[in-house]
């Protein structure tokens, strides 16, 4: 009774279009009211403890670094070192856009910091250069997925406080499963262009003119380097890295490209922290939402009817991807962590899978659902960018889907994917 008042409520409150983190918070409290089971602050309590975390800080400071080098020119000179390598190609500027996406990714952790970023500048720039702008659009938004896969990632911070693992084993797990992604979004690129013909019009890739783009855009280059460098060497934690990344931003477009002005900094401060605070928001609300559901037993509950299903552990896991692609749908990447990984982690654990290839799936499966409807926050952000509706993009966003989902099943299926550089 208690699982179906607290999954009832939120999913009233949802169908209400109350935003998540507010109608988990109301679904939580309705439920402690009903039970009698726990005080009435426990709500409060849990907004406040759940954030008391070092950890997590890395995740104000991510969206901070990804705000400023948004705005400070460094976008740019990503995609034109894309440019310089595929530009000339078949889909090349798609293909360049998906490329810069994945540089980017490499900065922000965000999905929809990544579309923001990039599609402001690429879609205009694609409609120009003869593409569709359906076809311009559903790149930038299922490129931008690529912003919590390739690390660094909000979402694998979070899964690493959440499922107590390595944040930084994390990071370094997703490096090949987010170039596989990438991969697979070219290769549906390049032969979706040769069949409407979007012929490249860039340069030749010469030695000589990827040099200059390279050097043009070395300081934005160094900043994946630094940050992952410095994490994977040890020099300083995931959380220590995004204060730097913040300081190496500031440096970078006000002092090395100019293009980030003094007086755009209190813009942008306030953009980040109007994010955070949303983030920071639905992370204690969802803490607390998944604290309610251990404290009823419903993660062993959830647990004993899969395996009921079968004890085949493909077809568990299977079921897992399933739940999770639908989840993703529906709701917010961080509260979705949040809230599963304590009932399905252990049960992945119990099936022999390790918990950061878990970590990698559940960050993948999630990913996908920044480009599925309704909540879909790149479509969104897509939308806004090209005037385009939610229904028309949809539509646009399904062989990216494909592809991705392909890619999901290979990670799920290749443990050594997500393993090989632990190993």
């Known amino acids: 009774m208690t699982a179906l008042i607290l999954f009832g409520a939120f ?9 998540i983190g507010i109608a988990l918070g109301i679904a939580t409290l309705i439920t402690i009211m009903f039970s009698g089971s726990l005080p009435v602050d426990f709500l409060a309590r849990e907004l406040i403890t ?27 000179r990503l995609f034109r070192v894309a440019n310089s390598l595929v530009g000339n190609k078949t889909g090349g500027f798609a293909i360049a856009t998906i490329i810069t996406c994945m540089f980017f990714a490499a900065i922000s952790g965000s999905g929809p910091a990544t579309v923001a970023a990039i ?20 790149v930038v938004a299922a490129a931008g997925s690529l912003g919590v896969i390739i690390p ?42 040769r069949k409407k013909g979007y012929k490249g019009k860039g340069e030749k890739p010469t030695i000589a003119n990827i040099a200059k783009a390279t050097w043009e855009a070395k300081w934005a280059l160094l900043i994946p380097i630094i940050i992952l460098g410095g994490i994977y060497g040890g020099v300083f934690t995931p959380t220590e890295a995004a204060v730097i990344a913040v300081v190496y931003g500031l440096v ?25 605070a949303t983030v920071l928001i639905i992370v204690g609300s969802a803490t607390a939402f998944g604290r309610l559901l251990t404290i009823e037993q419903i993660p062993y509950q959830v ?59 559940m960050v993948l ?22 005037g385009l509706s939610i229904e028309t993009l949809s539509k646009a966003i399904v062989p990216f889907f494909f592809a991705m989902v392909l890619t999901l099943l290979i990670v799920v299926f290749v443990p050594q994917i997500s393993l090989f550089f632990l190993n």
Do not use: W
């Not at 999913?11 to 935003?19: C, D, K, R």
């Open 11 to 19: 999913a009233v409150l949802l169908f209400l279009s109350v935003p």
């Open 50 to 76: 759940s954030l008391d975390s070092f950890p997590l800080m890395a995740v104000p400071f991510f969206i901070l670094a990804g705000e400023i080098m948004g705005k400070g020119g460094i976008s740019d």
């Open 119 to 138: 599609g402001g500048i690429m879609i205009p720039a694609m409609v120009r250069e003869g593409y569709d702008k359906k076809f311009a659009t559903a």
């Open 152 to 193: 660094p990632s909000i979402p694998m911070v979070i899964y690493g406080v959440v499922g107590s693992v390595s944040i930084g084993d994390m990071f370094i797990a997703g490096i090949i499963p987010g170039l596989l992604v990438g991969l697979a979004l070219i290769i549906y690129t390049y032969f979706h262009s």
């Open 252 to 276: 970078a477009g006000l002092f090395l490209y100019k293009e980030l002005k003094i007086k755009q900094l209190p813009r942008v401060i306030t953009d980040a922290a109007l994010t955070t």
């Open 303 to 361: 647990a004993e009817a899969m395996m009921a299903i079968s004890e085949n552990p493909l077809v568990i896991i299977l079921l897992i991807t399933l739940l999770l692609l639908i989840v993703g749908c529906f709701m917010d990447t961080i509260a979705a962590i949040i809230i599963l990984t304590p009932i399905l982690l252990p049960i992945a654990v119990s099936l022999g899978y390790d918990p950061i290839h878990f970590g990698i799936i």
């Open 365 to 386: 499966n999630l990913a996908i659902g920044f480009i599925t409807p309704p909540l879909g926050v790149n479509l969104f952000v897509g939308s806004g960018i090209s």
